[in-house]
């Protein structure tokens, strides 16, 4: 299985900061890799497919980067309400496999 | 727009059969282009997929759970259950039904339900 390892665990940030959340595959998964929010109490939410398409309704400072084994989340000014934890995914190799979780707080 | 909901009971015991159905609505089961997925997420862990299905009966399990685990379609209720047997208390996770865009490869899945908490304990 491919080993999906995201960092930080956690962070804390100002309102208005940049903040970047790396995921890591252990093995090569070309762009196949999606990132998801999760608020408590909700449901989790696709932000970004591909590794950099943002899915329809996710607001535009949210991004996303990356190829092969690397990749990053970007949100580009903070807000309250990205307070959440954020999931990679990958969907080059059976199984799927998710990160651990990067918890941003304010 | 579509929107998923787990429903089932939030207490198993050991060696029981855990039953979760996680109900559509919004939208049809039976569009060909959607598989439909378990995902689970144990207290304090990582997310884990646990198997998709299509509603033709394409179906594809997580290898680590397969022995134990069911996944069926009942399309006139626009449903989908899972079934997972013999479980323990590593089976204790809030679980979340999702569609995906495939089976596996290039595979995204949008909407979630909400979750629900299943607790193995005697």
């Known amino acids: 299985d491919i080993q999906m390892t995201q960092s930080p665990p956690s962070l804390s940030a100002s309102v208005g900061d940049r903040v970047t959340i790396t995921c890591r595959a252990s093995?090569?998964?070309?762009?196949?890799l999606a990132w998801y929010q999760r608020k408590p109490g909700k449901a989790p939410k696709l932000l970004i497919y591909?590794?950099?398409s943002l899915q329809s309704g996710v607001p535009s400072r949210f991004s996303g980067s990356g190829y092969g084994t690397d990749f990053t989340l970007t949100i580009s000014s903070l807000q309250p309400e990205d307070v959440a934890t954020y999931y990679c995914?990958?969907?080059?190799?059976?199984?799927?496999?998710f990160g651990g979780g990067t918890k941003v707080e304010i | 727009q579509v929107q998923l909901q787990e429903s089932g009971p939030g207490l198993v015991k050991p060696s029981e059969t855990l039953s979760l159905t996680c109900t559509v609505s919004?939208?049809?089961?039976?569009?060909?282009?959607?598989?439909w997925g378990w995902i689970r997420q144990p207290p304090g862990k990582g997310l884990e997929w646990i198997a998709s299905?299509?509603?033709?009966?394409?179906?594809y399990y997580n290898s680590s759970l397969k022995s134990r685990l069911a996944i069926s379609v009942d399309t006139s209720k626009n449903q989908l259950s899972l079934k997972l047997n013999s479980v323990t208390a590593a089976d204790t996770a809030v679980y979340y039904c999702?569609?995906?865009?495939?089976?596996?490869?290039?595979?995204?899945?949008?909407?979630w339900g909400q979750g629900t908490l299943v607790t193995v304990s005697s």
């Open positions: 919004g939208g049809s089961i039976s569009s060909s282009t959607y598989y």
């Open positions: 999702a569609r995906g865009t495939s089976a596996w490869y290039e595979c995204r899945f949008d909407p």
């Open positions: 093995q090569g998964i070309s762009s196949w």
């Open positions: 299905i299509h509603y033709s009966g394409n179906t």
């Open positions: 591909a590794a950099s």
């Open positions: 995914q990958q969907a080059n190799s059976f199984p799927l496999t």
